[in-house]
Each structure stands twice: as structure tokens, then as C-alpha cells.
């Protein structure tokens, strides 16, 4: 059985910084591209960032860019993102997600196969 377990989520005066991770399980994605996305109350769940399968290649949505770092280390199946610079607008829940087809990249959510429950990230100004 396939799972995404996602950590490190909280609460953070604006300006702090976070780091959440993912791990993976079942089976391994180093031919997947894997990534996060959020969702704020009233909202519609939204794509933060990607990385494909070797980590060659990074994308993220203008509103965290040069604020967020994605990061992945296949030996251990696990996805990272770094948040700095933190503002109030960065609350939601924050999911990660993994593509089942290989070397495919895509900011859609319909395109991920794989979820995780989500972390709270909850960002006070």
C-alpha cells in the first residue's frame, strides 16, 4: 500500500520559516515527479511547487518564489520543501503528491495519483 506522510507543519509568526517533508512508502518514486500543494479554507487546493525525478528540474508558483525551496532525496523516497519568509496568505493545509506515470511533469493536481492527509501550516502576523 502506497502512503505520503507529511511533517512538520505549525504555527509561525510571519517572517519564521518552516520545513516540511514527505515521506513515501509501498514503493519508490525516483522516476516520479512529486509535488506540493495547499489548500486554504474557502479555496480551491492549489500547486506550490514540483520536482522531477532526479531533482533536475524545480517549479514553483509565483507567490512563494524565492521564498520556497523543493528538495527530494530518492534513497530515502522523501520530498522536502522549504519555507521561508513565511506570510499570513501561506495558511492552509499543505499536501504532498506523487505522480504514478514516470517522467511526467504537470503543476495539476488531477494529474497526481498519490496524496498525502495534509500538515497545517498556520502562519500569525
Known amino acids: 500500500q502506497v502512503q505520503l506522510v507529511e511533517s512538520g507543519g505549525g504555527l509561525v509568526q510571519a517572517g519564521g520559516s518552516l520545513r516540511l517533508s514527505c515521506a513515501a512508502s509501498?514503493?519508490?518514486?525516483?522516476?516520479?515527479?512529486m509535488g506540493w500543494f495547499r489548500q486554504a479554507p474557502g479555496r480551491e487546493r492549489e500547486f506550490v511547487a514540483l520536482?522531477?525525478?532526479?531533482?533536475?528540474?524545480?517549479y514553483d508558483t509565483d507567490s512563494v518564489r524565492g521564498r520556497f525551496t523543493i528538495s527530494r532525496d530518492n534513497a530515502k523516497n522523501t520530498v522536502y520543501l522549504q519555507m521561508n519568509s513565511l506570510k499570513p496568505e501561506d495558511t492552509a493545509v499543505y499536501y504532498c503528491?506523487?505522480?504514478?506515470?514516470?517522467?511526467?511533469?504537470?503543476?495539476?493536481?488531477?494529474?497526481?495519483?498519490?496524496w498525502g492527509l495534509g500538515t497545517q501550516v498556520t502562519v500569525s502576523s
Open positions: 503528491a506523487a505522480d504514478n506515470s514516470d517522467y511526467v511533469v504537470s503543476r495539476s493536481p488531477v494529474r497526481y495519483d498519490y
Open positions: 520536482i522531477t525525478w532526479n531533482g533536475g528540474s524545480t
Open positions: 509501498g514503493r519508490t518514486f525516483s522516476r516520479n515527479t
